[in-house]
């Protein structure tokens, strides 16, 4: 139903998928994205492009189709969401009902109810050091699912607009303005740097068994030996030591 011809590292193609996501309708399946800085595209990129700006007026990426037609770029997908226009074009190629909205995230109310919605919620911003840090820390205890760790990014275009007022309300609630802003088991527990004292004591884990239930799964072996180099490669067909 929705293909965006994309470039990785380009701010309008991202800006355009998000502003797709955001609408809560697509699927994986049916959002189809064509990077064409990728290995199997960029040798011909110059060419695809050549043949969308000989197909819909536009060379430049992103490049986004809605049921078969060209719908433009970032900008005009971004203009499409703001005035409902996407949405309605989505439903309408997917048949898909479009899904409650939920509730005013400046208000405590609305926070608490997803605080306790989910074991794990950081509150958080891209391009945030600190909350990478956090984000990090959490998953390194190889304990939650992508669906027990709710990230909130407050520079996304759902939540921009009102970030102020959410960062407000945390401050109200919490004590703390800044991001990241980490919740478990429905209470916050500080930022990135108290988030990374709490794996290194070994707490933040006993927290996130408590929350989820979950069993820690057994520490691998220890990488920096021989013995457990050669049990990782020899367990896997291809292993890629990368940075």
């Given at each position: 139903?929705?293909?965006?011809?994309?470039?990785s590292f380009?701010?309008y193609c991202?800006?355009?998928i998000?502003?797709?996501?955001?609408q809560d309708?697509?699927?994986?399946?049916?959002?189809?994205?064509?990077?064409?800085?990728?290995?199997?595209?960029?040798?011909d990129a110059?060419?695809i492009?050549?043949?969308?700006?000989?197909m819909?007026?536009?060379?430049t990426v992103?490049n986004?189709?809605?049921?078969?037609?060209?719908?433009?770029?970032?900008?005009?997908?971004v203009?499409?969401?703001?005035s409902?226009e996407l949405l309605?074009l989505l439903?309408?190629?997917?048949?898909?009902?479009?899904?409650k909205?939920?509730?005013?995230?400046t208000?405590?109310?609305?926070i608490?109810?997803i605080?306790t919605?989910y074991?794990?919620?950081?509150?958080?911003?891209?391009?945030?050091?600190?909350?990478?840090?956090?984000i990090?820390?959490?998953?390194l205890?190889?304990?939650?699912t992508?669906?027990q760790l709710h990230?909130?990014d407050?520079n996304?275009i759902?939540y921009?607009?009102?970030a102020?007022?959410?960062?407000d309300?945390?401050l109200?609630?919490t004590?703390?303005?800044?991001?990241?802003?980490?919740?478990?088991?429905g209470k916050?527990?500080g930022?990135g740097d108290?988030t990374?004292?709490?794996?290194?004591?070994?707490?933040?884990?006993?927290?996130?068994?408590q929350?989820?239930g979950t069993?820690?799964?057994?520490?691998g072996c220890?990488?920096t030996?021989?013995e457990?180099?050669?049990?990782?490669v020899?367990k896997?067909?291809?292993?890629?030591?990368?940075?």
């Amino acid at each position: 139903p929705v293909v965006v011809f994309s470039k990785s590292f380009c701010p309008y193609c991202e800006k355009a998928i998000e502003a797709l996501k955001l609408q809560d309708i697509l699927t994986d399946e049916q959002l189809h994205i064509i990077d064409l800085n990728s290995i199997k595209y960029a040798p011909d990129a110059w060419k695809i492009q050549d043949t969308l700006l000989n197909m819909t007026g536009r060379r430049t990426v992103p490049n986004v189709f809605v049921g078969g037609k060209s719908i433009g770029g970032g900008d005009d997908t971004v203009a499409l969401s703001k005035s409902g226009e996407l949405l309605s074009l989505l439903v309408q190629v997917t048949g898909t009902t479009p899904k409650k909205k939920g509730c005013d995230m400046t208000t405590k109310e609305c926070i608490r109810e997803i605080v306790t919605k989910y074991p794990v919620v950081v509150f958080s911003k891209s391009f945030c050091p600190y909350c990478e840090k956090a984000i990090e820390a959490l998953k390194l205890q190889d304990i939650l699912t992508d669906e027990q760790l709710h990230i909130i990014d407050l520079n996304s275009i759902k939540y921009a607009p009102d970030a102020w007022k959410i960062q407000d309300t945390l401050l109200n609630m919490t004590g703390r303005r800044t991001v990241p802003n980490v919740f478990v088991g429905g209470k916050s527990i500080g930022g990135g740097d108290d988030t990374v004292a709490l794996s290194k004591s070994g707490e933040l884990l006993s927290l996130l068994v408590q929350v989820t239930g979950t069993t820690p799964k057994k520490k691998g072996c220890d990488m920096t030996t021989k013995e457990c180099i050669r049990e990782i490669v020899t367990k896997y067909p291809v292993v890629v030591f990368s940075k």
